[in-house]
């Protein structure tokens, strides 16, 4: 628990009276890849949005339990503050529209008001982008719109603008769902690269994307925290028989 | 058989042909208004009548510039007046779209968008007219401004709510506070949407004479000042056109062209805007 990134702790999350995610105890370490999966509707992504808080913007959300990002109380924290330390992917990709490349990396300054120098600027779009595995396709076409990109080159750079924040832990929110098989396939790439860097949690419906990519699996149901651990472990000798019937494709 | 199905091809044929007399027949009176105003109006039309002052009864030549002067006066009051409160308006009830407030303020739109312009250039008349002691170029400002805000909010709150709620999700997970999601995110993303409200709205008063009778009134000669009578456009029309003299009348259809074509141009540009900087998601 000592190096853990995030910690999820009795937490539960409601809509209205409706009860959406039942005490729910994760830890997430340091750079790893921690794969959240279930059928749909499971509350997967409830969770993930808990995190930062981006659930409660929803009238009639509610939540109970603690989540922790390192030591904070994240429930305790401001959430614009909350959110600056934690970046997000988001299902479809959602470049900014009115920007550029080089305008949407860096929108998480530039909207929030913090100035840096011309070539701080440059020099954390052209980390961010390679971050990102995009540099090499738009390093001249950085003053282009991100919306002329392809779905899979966007969904990159919504990566990368969550990179320039330098965040704490990334949350991806199905972030292939949208995407063609070679636009998945490059963005598992990236995510297997950037694990040496950046601790993930990735929202999953697709069984073999977490087998592929992830280093620990949480298995949900109903709200349910079934199963965690080790992916590899979970793949081959589940504990629960729900997860069994899930990999096997039972339902889901 | 054969003769049902040639009375079937036939019927649609006839129907085809129906539709699209019946659609030219809709537009025919537009360009007979088109048709007149040129013909009448561009015969006057020349130098001396954009840039003179009417002149007074039987002297000979005069012009419109005075009342061109005015209509760009009034056109930015209104807006001045208008824009501000139009959009917050529309932001709010594309952000409130469920709440009672909202529901209220959206029929109080409705009514006010069918409230008879010169209704609205009394109540004008009673509010700051009488109370100043003056017709003024301000008040005729505040009724078209008046006429504007319907038009504004509803195309405000339409452009915005069009906006999918990933945009505003991304801008909220860069941990950007909810204003400055709303100032520097949604609003520059509708920036063309909210412009051709606005330029259509612009479109809409340029040519209104019922609450300038009542407000800005007219002025014969050049003015300046918004505290005072100013002339316009649509007043200079009525004007020249209830006169007795033919040259008045003449110079009424040249004043007409130049408002018409004022008028299509703000909706020409609306259009181009509305076309040119479409964002794409």
Known sequence: ?252 | MEGQLKKRIFKDRLFKYLVILFAFISILPLLLILYYITRNGIAVINWEFLTELPKPFGEAGGGIFNAIIGTFFLIVLSSVLSIPFGISAGIYLSEKSEGKIAHMVRLCVVVLQGTPSIVIGIVVYMWFVVPFKGFSALSGGIALSVMMLPVIIKTTEETLKLMPYTLKEASLALGVPYYKTILKVILPTGLSGILTGILLSVARITGETAPLLFTAFGNQFMNYNIFKPMDSLPYRIFYYAMSPYPEWHSFAWGASFILVAVVLGFNLIARGIAIKWKVQF
Not at chain 1, 15 to 41: E, H, Q, W, Y
Not at chain 1, 162 to 182: G, Q, V, W
Request: proline letters at 4%.
């Open chain 1, 1 to 252: 628990m000592e190096s853990s990134v995030l910690t999820v702790k009795d937490f539960s999350a409601f809509f209205g009276d409706n009860r959406i995610l039942k005490d729910i105890n994760i830890s997430i370490s340091d750079n790893l890849v921690t794969a959240l999966m279930g059928p749909s509707g499971c509350g997967k992504t409830t969770l993930i949005r808990c995190v930062n808080r981006m659930h409660e913007l929803i009238p009639g959300a509610k939540v109970s339990g603690k989540i922790y990002l390192r030591e904070d109380d994240v429930y305790s924290m401001e959430p614009i503050l909350l959110r600056r330390k934690i970046g997000m992917v988001f299902q479809k990709p959602n470049p900014f529209p009115m920007m550029s490349i080089y305008d949407n990396v860096i929108a998480g300054y530039k909207l929030n008001g913090i100035r840096l120098r011309k070539d701080e600027f440059d020099t954390i779009v052209e980390k961010s982008l390679r971050g990102a595995a995009l540099w090499n396709e738009v390093k001249d076409a950085l003053h282009r719109k991100g919306t002329f990109l392809s779905g899979g080159q966007q969904q990159r750079l919504c990566i990368a603008r969550a990179l320039a924040m330098n965040p704490e832990i990334l949350l991806l929110d199905e972030p292939t769902s949208a995407l063609d098989p070679k636009s998945t396939a490059h963005i598992e790439e990236l995510i297997v690269e950037l694990k040496k860097s950046v601790t993930m949690l990735l929202v999953t419906h697709n069984i073999a994307q977490a087998a592929r990519v992830s280093d620990f699996t949480a298995f949900i149901y109903l709200g349910e925290l079934i199963e965690f651990g080790p992916t590899e472990k979970m793949f081959t000798v589940p504990k629960d028989k729900r997860t069994e019937e899930y990999l096997t494709g039972k339902f889901g």
